[in-house]
């Protein structure tokens, strides 16, 4: 390369840099070779470079809001049983997993059902799928939360606090029920709710159906106001299936060893045997006494 074009492609190089444009800096020398080779238009190998300078920000950018999403490991809708909970539509889910509509509208979706249920795998892989749409989420334990949200009220920062979780498009409170009934707690608890009422959404799981809230709430009043504000525009999915850790439990124990459908005629047999066996012998027992 002559003296002129090296100049050049070293000053393309740190212009690329101050426009904030790495991905364009790494490719643009191949991209313009196969251009030559190939007698490219100038608009298609500007096209070419800002199409992958795109594609690389918004990899970059999902990347981060995964790493900021906090969504537990593995759970995807790929790997949950929806034939395990039957009362849930797919279509339903994999709509929602879109975000638009009720993610604009501030909508709520709430996930009610005993421990084990697979709530709060449902709502990690719908965080997961909203991210990877391009919106921005938080999966969060509701106590955990509330305990940053009570330290922020004692520094007197509680209003920001609240403010920079307006950030994500959807907060995914888990295990909502679970919260002590406090009144300090609880109160940070409903101010979040407020504040995020017809503006941001939340995905909340709870063991306790709403009548029994009262356990959150120790306010009848609060409660009140709090499930008004939740239910105004949401979606409610009632997962009331047995605990799916304790049916693998179950399989686990029931599993080992041949089904009964395999059992051969000699096992049957010496079973057989067996029983005659320990009814003689019981039988003497019995008249010995």
Known sequence: MSTAPMIDAQRLGLMLNELRLPTIKHIWGDFAAQADKEGWPASRFLAALAEHELAERDRRRIGRHL????????????CFAFEAVPMISKAQVMALCAGDGWLDQGSNLILFGPPGGGKSHLAAAIGLALVEKGWRALFTRTSDLVQRLQVARRELTLESAIAKLDKYHLLILDDFAYVSRDQAET??????ISARYERRSLLITANQPFGEWNRVFPDPAMTLAAVDRLVHHATIFEMNVE?????????????????????????LETIRDNQDENEILASEKQNRH
Do not use: C, I, M
């Open 187 to 192: 109160s940070v608890l409903f101010e979040l």
């Open 67 to 78: 790493a900021e999403a906090h969504l537990p490991a593995g759970k995807t809708l790929d």
């Open 243 to 267: 605990s799916y850790r304790r049916r693998t439990a179950q399989a686990r124990r029931t599993g080992a060893g041949r089904p009964a459908a395999y059992t051969t005629p000699k096992v």
